[in-house]
């Protein structure tokens, strides 16, 4: 069974720039995460998606960061425009359904200059 | 709101030495509990977990009870090996309401030596 793909693996960019992150779910997941892990810290959870609904978005900085879902099944996360403190990995989960386990995907590591 | 705590690293231990990693956490509902670890190179990965008082999570030698009198979920192993060398993260979901991302403590790395 494949895994929750991720691309791309790393980005550098100026700031003030902005990117997009692509995230494939394990098929037939439901539920999807996006989660910011800055170094030396724990994931944080910024936006869960239910199908193609958002479940809960409090954590996502509304004025800069943008994530949907439009089919239900793959995700893009943007930033616009980016900021030095952006710098971070940014995890992709997927999980059946709410309350199962998630399961991760290797990342995106971001670099604002 | 929730919150995890979980002991600075690094922790550098010899082979076989018995481990443990500290974690509290703080939570407005009652809370499902998790360990999950990343070894280097690869992505986190779900270690072991508890969803209720004293239940007692287990997985790959680790071992985890939930107890909700200290609000602890301590890591314990009792034999350590170089292959157990990653990072550790405490984690919690609270309950109901159908939102269940991840609340995760800072991350414990830890290092075993030949």
């Known amino acids: 069974e494949a895994g929750v793909a991720q691309s791309p693996r790393y980005k550098i960019i100026e700031k003030r720039q902005s990117v997009a992150f692509w995230c494939n779910p394990i098929s037939g997941h439901a539920t999807l995460y996006w989660y910011q892990q800055i170094l030396g810290q724990g994931p944080k959870l910024l936006i869960q998606f239910q199908n193609n609904g958002v479940v809960d978005d409090s954590q996502l900085p509304k004025d800069r960061f943008s994530a949907e879902r439009l089919k239900g099944v793959d995700s893009t996360l943007k930033i616009q425009p980016a900021k030095l403190e952006d710098s971070a990995v940014y995890l992709c989960?997927?999980?059946?359904?709410?309350?199962?386990?998630?399961?991760f995907g290797p990342g995106t590591r971001l670099t604002v200059l | 709101g929730n919150s995890v705590t979980q002991m600075e690293g690094p922790v550098t231990l010899s082979e076989e030495a018995f481990l443990t990693i500290n974690c509290t956490y703080t939570a407005t509902g009652y809370p499902s509990l998790f360990w999950y670890v990343q070894y280097p190179g690869e992505g986190l990965q779900l270690l072991l977990k508890a969803t209720k008082a004293d239940d007692k999570g287990s997985n790959k030698g680790f071992e985890a009870t939930y107890r909700k009198e200290t609000t602890s979920f301590h890591l314990e192993k009792g034999s350590v090996q170089v292959s157990d060398s990653a990072v550790y993260f405490c984690?919690?979901?609270?309950?109901?309401?159908?939102?269940?991302?991840?609340?995760f403590g800072k991350g414990t790395h830890l290092i075993i030596q030949p």
């Open positions: 989960a997927s999980s059946l359904a709410s309350y199962n386990e998630q399961f």
């Open positions: 984690a919690l979901v609270d309950s109901g309401g159908g939102a269940d991302g991840l609340t």
